[in-house]
Each structure stands twice: as structure tokens, then as C-alpha cells.
């Protein structure tokens, strides 16, 4: 049982979540998930996946979210970094359509808890950079939904330039999804 610290972030229920991080001279070992922690720290959630995916430097996956079957996601990273992205799209809330960003790392135990309410979205910035997420509902395609990435609206400083790439390479769904001005947001504030 390692201590678990969880910091609040400018998003009202965007937390970065920081497990004890035992290292020693054979590794490291780190509890990526413990219920009871998690608990008691105030993410209830049940997850019922868990995602692993891989990408290029380069490679831009969002902005996305399920509905309905809307999905809460804890996002880690395995190998290489990422740029990880949550924008609120709760309407009512007084951060609408504001995003926060961190960088989530290999050989570093942060995590990024992105609750139900959000559009989530990440650059990896190295090659063969892998991502695991837990998800608290399952995949339902037909529910899948996203926001543009590149919206002039959201003005998410993506780190392009810093990694010497013009333009992220997308997936042809992602090139697609509605702007902010245009989004009709299933969720609200509470
Ligand atoms: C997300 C997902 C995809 N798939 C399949 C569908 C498709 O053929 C293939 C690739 O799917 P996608 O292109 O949607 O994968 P990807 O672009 O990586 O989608 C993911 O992006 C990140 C940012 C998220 O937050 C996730 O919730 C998810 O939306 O994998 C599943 O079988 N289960 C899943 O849960």
C-alpha cells in the first residue's frame, strides 16, 4: 500500500493523480490502481476497461467522448510521453470549453483522472509512445463523438513546433468532429 496524492486542477473535477513511486535498483514498482485509495481520495468510480494503445511522434487521438455510456478515464502512460488534454464540455460550467494539459511521462506515476463531462485528447511526442487508460463504461461505437482538436475556440497550445512536426497525423474520423460553436453538449454541470 503506497500513499496516493491527488491535486486539484484550475477544471472542477480534473485531478492529477501521483502513486507512491518505489524504486530501487532492479526498477521501480507502483500501485497504478487500488480501489480502496482511490476511494477514500474521492474517485469512485468502478472502471470496467482498460485501453492500451500505441502511437508515433506525431500522432494525435481526439478529442473524444462517448455518449450516451459517457466514460470516466484515468490515463497513464507506459512508454514514451504524451500531451494529454481535457476540455470541459459540461454546460453551465464556469470553465466550458476551457482545456487543461499535462505532460504524463514514462518512469513518472502521474495520471491524469478525466471524470464524465469531458473531451479528451492526446499528442504523443515520441515514437512507440504507449498509453494506458482505464474507462469506467464500455466502448459503444455508436455512442462515440469528439470535438475538432485544432478548434480556434479551444486554443490548445499543442507542442507541435517542440517536437519538429508541421502537422499531427490524425485519424480520418478525427479530422471530422464538430467545434466548439457547433458541439451540442450531452452533459451538464452539477
Ligand atoms: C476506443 C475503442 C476503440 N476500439 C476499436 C475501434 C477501432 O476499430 C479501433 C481504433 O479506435 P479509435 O480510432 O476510436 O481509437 P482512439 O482514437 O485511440 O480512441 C481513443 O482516443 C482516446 C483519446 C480516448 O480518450 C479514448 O476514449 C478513445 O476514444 O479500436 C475498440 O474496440 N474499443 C474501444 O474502447
Same mark, same amino acid.
Given at each position: 500500500?503506497?500513499?496516493?496524492?491527488?491535486?486539484?486542477?484550475p477544471l472542477a473535477g480534473i485531478l492529477l493523480v501521483v502513486p507512491q513511486y518505489f524504486k530501487d535498483s532492479r526498477g521501480?514498482?507502483?500501485?497504478?490502481?487500488?480501489k480502496k485509495d482511490f476511494s477514500h481520495a474521492g474517485i469512485t468510480d468502478e472502471f470496467v476497461q482498460d485501453n492500451h494503445s500505441k502511437s508515433q511522434k506525431g500522432v494525435l487521438r481526439g478529442?473524444?467522448?462517448q455518449y450516451p455510456h459517457a466514460q470516466g478515464k484515468l490515463v497513464r502512460v507506459l512508454k514514451g510521453?504524451?500531451?494529454d488534454v481535457a476540455v470541459d464540455i459540461r454546460?453551465?460550467?464556469?470553465?466550458?470549453?476551457?482545456?487543461? #494539459?499535462?505532460?504524463l511521462r514514462e518512469n513518472d506515476p502521474a495520471m491524469l483522472y478525466i471524470p464524465v463531462?469531458? #473531451?479528451?485528447g492526446f499528442l504523443a511526442l515520441?515514437?512507440?509512445?504507449?498509453v494506458m487508460y482505464k474507462v469506467t463504461d464500455l466502448y459503444y461505437p455508436s455512442g462515440d463523438a469528439g470535438l475538432l482538436w485544432n478548434d480556434p475556440d479551444l486554443n490548445i497550445p499543442w507542442p507541435l513546433d517542440i517536437i519538429g512536426i508541421k502537422e499531427p497525423i490524425l485519424?480520418?474520423?478525427d479530422t471530422k468532429h464538430p467545434i466548439l460553436s457547433e458541439l451540442r453538449s450531452p452533459f451538464t454541470y452539477v
Amino acid at each position: 500500500m503506497g500513499k496516493l496524492t491527488i491535486t486539484k486542477t484550475p477544471l472542477a473535477g480534473i485531478l492529477l493523480v501521483v502513486p507512491q513511486y518505489f524504486k530501487d535498483s532492479r526498477g521501480f514498482f507502483v500501485e497504478s490502481y487500488n480501489k480502496k485509495d482511490f476511494s477514500h481520495a474521492g474517485i469512485t468510480d468502478e472502471f470496467v476497461q482498460d485501453n492500451h494503445s500505441k502511437s508515433q511522434k506525431g500522432v494525435l487521438r481526439g478529442l473524444h467522448y462517448q455518449y450516451p455510456h459517457a466514460q470516466g478515464k484515468l490515463v497513464r502512460v507506459l512508454k514514451g510521453s504524451i500531451y494529454d488534454v481535457a476540455v470541459d464540455i459540461r454546460i453551465g460550467s464556469p470553465t466550458y470549453g476551457k482545456p487543461f #494539459a499535462v505532460t504524463l511521462r514514462e518512469n513518472d506515476p502521474a495520471m491524469l483522472y478525466i471524470p464524465v463531462g469531458f #473531451a479528451h485528447g492526446f499528442l504523443a511526442l515520441e515514437d512507440d509512445t504507449e498509453v494506458m487508460y482505464k474507462v469506467t463504461d464500455l466502448y459503444y461505437p455508436s455512442g462515440d463523438a469528439g470535438l475538432l482538436w485544432n478548434d480556434p475556440d479551444l486554443n490548445i497550445p499543442w507542442p507541435l513546433d517542440i517536437i519538429g512536426i508541421k502537422e499531427p497525423i490524425l485519424s480520418e474520423k478525427d479530422t471530422k468532429h464538430p467545434i466548439l460553436s457547433e458541439l451540442r453538449s450531452p452533459f451538464t454541470y452539477v
